[in-house]
């Protein structure tokens, strides 16, 4: 998707807060109003302009593979041991405080893209949108909205609500006050409770637009969070049944581009990497491997203890971790004195035999969000949490057999809870998940007290509200406990 417009949570809030004196003069220059108010395809750039956020460097890259990976048990900082990274050194050990630069960078991109979307509903409002397909753009930047906020909430609990562009005082004001994680997560299902009645099933051609199953999945995965088993269950049950998913015969294939939108697929953020290109920003070079002859500056390169908790057999490990050394799908063989032994497979582009623009920080590599494995996983994990542990088993041993390492010997509720959530791990390994699920769960302590890291139970259940937002409120925001 072409970025065409960026809207700032900043700029709405000075638009919002300007009051009558001599900058109400009539503009004298082409507003975005304007240009909206005479375009044909303003809706659509509109509703583009929300999606473009997704590339953005502070988005996916550099500061959110730090909070998001590199914080959890399954990854190191890497690169260099000398190469902070600015501060993905203090991710790894958890000596981060509410300065660390990681924590503003993503709470701005988030609040960022939240303003986009309060800035298209609002535009799509005034503008003469046919009603359906104007129903079908609410829905996609709601969908958008909800995984912004799905983002926040789960890195740092309770975080200001804004559902619309704030215009008054009082709207403004609490704009730097923190609601609770719960009411954030109201409006997540609230959101994706309409994107799920008003999006489209699939889209034959403009892949990586918000689907109802995109909708449904999502907000099943929000009920796991929030402990909502019988609405979880159901919605697993919704998008089981459309028929439209299975998990693809070759996991190793499911990070190669003949993987992007495989039947596995429920939402990519989609990448392109021929001429022009239009990537996630350096999300391949910050972790490709690093060294003579490397791609990229190693960052994020799995632990050995991950590699270790595989069982023999498991397809999984290899088709997730690069080893130094190693020769790999396309023929491309690996430094055997790079600085770390292992790298991330799951990011790897091959130069060779895939869409290649001759750009390493815009390739073509599609960010697999949501993926039928983790909607059976949730599946299961509801099914067991209601009592229905046999049926939960079925799900479980359907992604451990795609694995080819058999069936589960879990037989109690609490065996195959442990199991779910052990299989969580290695099945999305690297994939932004594994910190959350740990702190969702309550195993956070222990596991990254056994990584060597420095936890501090209550206060590293969350994340730090970035000092520089507290700052910016003027004391309003308050921080979360132990900082």
Known sequence: MKKILAFSLSAVLLLGACKKSFLDEKPRAQTPEDYFASSTKAPEEIVTSVY??????????????????????????????????????????????????????????NFEGIARVNKALDMLDKLNVDPNLKTRYQGEVRFLRAYYYFQLVRMFGGVPVISRVPLTE?????????????????????????????????????????????????????????????????????????????????YEEIWREVGEWSSESIWEIQAKGDYPAKGIQQYFSVQAPRGAGGLGWGFNTPTQKLYDAYEAGDVRRDATIITSGQVLWDGWQTNAAAPNKYYNYKCYISESQETFANNRDQTNKNLRVLRY????????????????????????????????????????????????????????????????????TGQIADAIKADGKNFEAGKHELFPIPQRQIDLSNGLMIQNPGY
């Not at 403009?206 to 009920?223: C, D, I, N, S």
Request: aromatic share 8%; glycine share 4%; proline share 1%.
């Open 373 to 440: 494995a983790d909607l059976l996983l949730i599946y299961a994990e509801a099914l067991n949490e209601k009592g229905q542990t046999g049926a939960a088993l079925q799900q479980l041993n359907a992604v451990r057999q795609r694995a080819k390492i058999g069936n589960s010997m879990a037989a109690t509720q609490e065996e195959v809870r442990l199991a779910i959530w052990n299989e969580r791990r290695l099945e999305l390994a690297m994939e932004h998940d594994r910190l959350f699920d740990l702190r969702r």
């Open 170 to 250: 009082d709207e403004i004001r609490q704009v730097n006050v923190r609601n609770t994680a719960e009411e954030v997560y109201d409006l997540i299902e609230e959101d994706l409770q309409f994107a799920s009645a008003s999006l489209p099933e699939n889209y034959l051609i403009e892949k990586g637009r918000a689907t109802k199953w995109a909708a449904v999945g999502m907000l099943a995965k929000v009920q796991m969070y929030r402990q909502k088993w019988d609405d979880c269950a159901s919605n697993c049950e919704s998008l089981i049944n459309s028929g439209l998913f299975e998990l693809h015969p070759k």
């Open 52 to 109: 473009s956020k997704l590339y953005d460097w502070n988005q996916h890259c550099f500061s959110w593979i730090g909070v998001t990976s590199i914080a959890d048990d399954n990854a190191d900082k890497g690169s260099e041991p000398g190469d902070s990274g600015t501060d993905k050194d203090q991710l790894d050990n958890y000596s981060f405080t509410s300065t660390s630069a990681s924590f503003n960078e993503v709470w701005n991109a």
